[in-house]
């Protein structure tokens, strides 16, 4: 049975691993960091762990050697300790976004600053296990995605490998996201008064998930154009991915299905979703709360060759920590949807 311990596990997504991981059968939970609640009680932190775990956080500099660490940091300060961590562990599932791209130029491009270890980036296999289930299985080194890109990836990718989509367009995505999506540190952006209620853009163009978009979205050499926009809603979790993208050829919708059908049918996290009728027709992230899935739907706009594709997921699931989970499930030989099978509540 693996040793696992989670770095930032007094953060929101590190919060859910650490839910996660005590309900996983195949794995015992080591160590637990936090360097501002070092020494006090996971639940002080998480008060939905109380009577689940008397673990208490340990600063990350007495971390102990484990078999898997996941790595729940900010930005920046993943990519500097990473040296270290690789050290105390064989497997390591980051979830920040310091090893999702490829390339070390789109670091100045989409985060203004050089990576500090650029040799690292091709070594970190990027982790959506629809897109790189073979890899992440022979790989030591994970790079769990973004949670805005994992949705809007996941609506596309189909499309994209099935070559239907006109790429001399850009492909719009709106991409919609509840609070805890900016993690446990309070601003004033997150200030009560000030993000309650509140549909808020937030970064009409230029947001750093475009980047993992393109990465992901290139097939065959052919570099997709993203126009990518994010806006807050008034929900703690959950994202909506509205992407409008244009096709070569005027499908009708009988022809897309089999592209998404062939795509996801033997997933077991990926749920395509179009009614004909009823209040839930379409993808929509209050009902995934807590879970593991990503619901995919679309429709064919009848007046031109648009097609809207919607994605829903709950952002520290399979957005974060649900995905961090899966990957490990498939790195370490596990049944992929052990300890991820919630199904989600319903009404909410
Ligand atoms: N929130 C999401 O929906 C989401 C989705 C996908 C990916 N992610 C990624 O997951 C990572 C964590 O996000 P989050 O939302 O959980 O953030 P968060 O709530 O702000 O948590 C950050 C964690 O990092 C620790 N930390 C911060 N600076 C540190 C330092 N210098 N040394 C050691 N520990 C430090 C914090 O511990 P202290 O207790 O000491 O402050 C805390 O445990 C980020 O890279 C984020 O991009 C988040």
Request: hydrophobic residues 40%.
């Amino acid at each position: 049975m693996p040793d696992v311990s989670v770095v930032g596990g007094s953060g929101y997504a590190g919060g859910e691993l650490v839910r996660l991981l005590l309900d996983h059968p195949g794995v015992t939970l080591k160590q637990v960091t936090s360097e501002r609640s070092a020494g006090k009680f996971v639940r002080s932190v998480h008060p939905n762990l109380r009577k689940r775990t008397e673990l208490k956080f340990s600063s990350v500099d007495r971390l102990e050697p484990c078999d898997v660490l996941f790595v729940a940091l900010p930005h920046g300060v993943a990519m500097r300790k990473m040296a270290e961590l690789r050290r105390r562990a064989g497997v390591i599932v980051d979830l920040s976004a310091d090893f999702r791209l490829r390339d070390p130029a789109d670091y100045p491009k989409w985060y203004g600053h050089d990576h500090d270890h650029p040799e690292l980036l091709g070594e970190f296999v990027y982790g959506i296990p629809e897109l790189h289930r073979q890899e992440l299985a022979e790989s030591d080194l994970i790079s769990s995605a973004g949670c805005m890109a994992t949705t809007a990836i996941l609506g596309l990718y189909p499309l994209y490998q099935a070559g239907v989509v006109d790429t001399r367009q850009p492909v719009v995505v709106e991409a919609k996201t509840g609070s805890s999506g900016s993690g446990g540190g309070p601003s004033l952006g997150s200030h009560h008064p000030e993000r309650a209620g509140a549909m808020r853009s937030f970064k009409p163009t230029g947001h750093r998930h475009s980047a993992e978009l393109i990465q992901e979205l290139t097939v065959g050499g052919e570099v997709p154009a993203v126009a990518f926009s994010a806006t807050s809603t008034p929900e703690v979790r959950g994202i909506l991915a509205t992407s409008h993208v244009f096709l070569k050829e005027p499908l009708p919708e009988k022809e897309i299905w089999p592209i998404f059908r062939a795509a996801y049918k033997d997933e077991p996290f990926m749920r395509l979703v179009k009614e004909a009728g009823g209040v839930h027709r379409y993808p929509e992230p209050k009902i995934l709360s807590g879970s593991n899935w990503c619901d995919v739907g679309f429709e064919r706009d009848p007046n031109s060759n648009r097609l809207v594709v919607l994605a829903a997921l709950d952002n520290l699931m399979k957005g974060a920590a649900g995905q961090a989970v899966q990957t490990f499930n498939i790195r370490c030989g596990f049944e992929e949807t052990t300890g991820l099978e919630f199904a989600g509540l319903h009404p909410i």
